[in-house]
């Protein structure tokens, strides 16, 4: 049994308080991006079909959560994207038509590269 209280080595922080416990959910903006480590994944049906929110470390915006769309969708759906993964996901600032004529802004997704 130690005598003496550990102390962690040099250049390790204090861990700093949480407000509520929560993270921020963030919605991407044309042009905006998120990259980093995918710390969790959790998903579920919804009336729309399955759905995926992803626990991210943001290089910039520290822990948020994110709502998959489009490519980071079909990347949770199809295995290829899981927690411990580095991500990079981008909203695109040109939007893309539909076969039935509506447009949308694209969300893309890139997988790898590390930290």
Not at 20 to 32: D, P
């Amino acid at each position: 049994m130690a005598t003496e209280m550990p102390e962690a080595p040099d250049g390790f922080e204090d861990v700093q308080p949480v407000q509520n416990g929560e993270t921020e959910t963030v919605e991407l903006a044309s042009g905006e991006t998120l990259h980093g480590p995918v710390l969790d994944i959790d998903e579920g049906e919804g009336d729309y079909g399955p759905w995926f929110r992803l626990t991210i470390k943001d290089e910039d915006r520290g822990v948020v959560d994110y709502f998959a769309k489009d490519q980071v969708k079909t990347a949770c759906k199809s295995g290829q994207l899981e927690r411990g993964d580095s991500v990079w996901i981008a909203r695109a600032v040109e939007e893309e038509e539909m076969s039935n004529g509506n447009s949308y802004l694209p969300t893309i997704c890139k997988i790898g590269g590390g930290n």
